[in-house]
Nanobody
Framework: QVQLTESGGGLVQAGGSLELSCSAS????????MGWYRQAPGKQRELVAS???????NYADSVTGRFTITRNNPKNLINLRMESLKPEDTGVYYC????????????WGQGTQVTVSS
C-alpha cells in the first residue's frame, strides 16, 4: 500500500509564496500520477495540479501561471510551488497518488493546511 508523506503549508499573506512537498513510499508501479487537491471550508475537494510519471502536467484554471508542480521520479517526490497566493487559495491541501491503468488504485495523504490572509 502506497504511503504519502506531506510537508509544507502554513500561513502566508496574500501575494506571498509557499511550497508543498509529497513523497510516496512503497510504490510498486512506475506508471502513475501524483498531484495535489484542495478543499476549502464548505466546498468540494478540487484538483489543483497533477503530474504523470512521464512528466505531463495539468493545472486548475484558477492556479495556472501561479503554481508549478514538479516531480522527482526516482524519489517518488512531487513539489508544488505556489506563488502570488490569494485568500481564495486557502484550504486543506491533499496529496494523491493514483493509477488509471490496471491495476487501478488511489491513495491520499492526510492533508496540510494552507491559509492565505488578506
Amino acid at each position: 500500500q502506497v504511503q504519502l508523506t506531506e510537508s509544507g503549508g502554513g500561513l502566508v499573506q496574500a501575494g506571498g509564496s509557499l511550497e508543498l512537498s509529497c513523497s510516496a513510499s512503497k510504490v510498486t508501479f512506475s506508471n502513475n500520477i501524483m498531484g495535489w487537491y484542495r478543499q476549502a471550508p464548505g466546498k468540494q475537494r478540487e484538483l489543483v495540479a497533477s503530474i504523470t510519471s512521464g512528466g505531463t502536467t495539468n493545472y486548475a484554471d484558477s492556479v495556472t501561471g501561479r503554481f508549478t508542480i514538479t516531480r522527482n521520479n526516482p524519489k517518488n517526490l512531487i513539489n508544488l510551488r505556489m506563488e502570488s497566493l490569494k485568500p481564495e487559495d486557502t484550504g486543506v491541501y491533499y496529496c494523491r497518488w493514483w493509477r488509471r491503468v490496471t491495476p487501478t488504485s488511489s491513495y491520499w495523504g492526510q492533508g496540510t493546511q494552507v491559509t492565505v490572509s488578506s
